[in-house]
């Protein structure tokens, strides 16, 4: 069975740093894009980054591009997302969503994570 | 304000059929760049309804259709049933933002 399990998430000052982890099984992972999604309660998802199958190619929105890093480690089956200089703003939960395709670039999600809960204080 | 433009909300009957629009630009879903639509249930992550336009996933009942049309798309769901009733959002890819975009989500009501 495919599936993605986000964790790492919490309560942190603005201006901290956060690192969310996302283990993927029940399928080859490295075959697969891999991306980051948001979703403020009683809001649309964001889409916040996402990377290739080989980790050689990441995409970032505009709004977190210089602060979130995102990285995967195929020998783990586990995504990644660095979180640095966190804002208000990003208070969210963050899903992990396996991409329909190696490459990531304007994929469909079609395994979503019931998602990890940051909470950015000011 | 969404890239993307949804309707708020839409409703129909049990048993009819509805449409759900997703309107963009000549960046997005204008450009080669497909649309993708998902389905939320309260409480639960997004489920994935229709890829690249008009494809879907095994497991997704033919009721469900998607189609684009220039810088606009639409999802249509036929023989509605109260199991329908959620939240659906567009996604696409921006050329120009470069970077995915959301739609801001149609919530469906089944009278």
């Known amino acids: 069975e495919v599936e993605v399990e986000e964790s790492g998430g919490g309560l942190v000052q603005s201006g901290g740093s956060l690192r969310l982890s996302c283990a993927a099984s029940g399928f080859t992972f490295s075959n697969c894009g891999m991306a980051w999604v948001r979703q403020t309660p009683g809001k649309g998802p964001e889409w916040v980054s996402a990377?290739?199958?080989?980790?050689?190619?990441?995409y970032y929105a505009e709004s977190v591009k210089g602060r979130f890093t995102i990285s995967r480690d195929n020998s783990k089956n586990t995504l990644y997302l660095q979180m640095n200089s966190l804002r208000a703003e990003d208070t969210a939960i963050y899903h992990c969503a396996k991409c329909l395709t190696l490459t990531g670039y304007g994929d469909a999600f079609d395994m979503w994570g019931q998602g990890t809960m940051v909470t950015v204080s000011s | 304000q969404s890239v993307l433009t949804q309707p708020p909300s839409v409703s129909g009957a049990p048993g009819q059929r509805v449409t759900i629009s997703c309107t963009g630009s000549?960046?997005?879903?204008?450009?080669?760049?497909?649309v993708h639509w998902y389905q939320q249930r309260p409480g639960t992550a997004p489920k994935l309804l229709i890829y690249d336009n008009k494809y879907r996933p095994s497991g997704v009942p033919d009721r469900f259709s998607g189609s684009k049309s220039g810088t606009s798309a639409s999802l249509a769901i036929t023989g509605l049933q109260a199991e329908d009733e959620a939240d659906y959002y567009c996604?696409?890819?921006?050329?120009?933002?470069?970077?995915?975009?959301f739609g801001g989500g149609t919530k469906l009501t089944v009278l």
């Open positions: 990377i290739s199958g080989s980790g050689a190619s990441t």
């Open positions: 996604q696409s890819y921006d050329s120009s933002l470069s970077e995915g975009v």
């Open positions: 000549s960046s997005n879903i204008g450009a080669i760049n497909d």
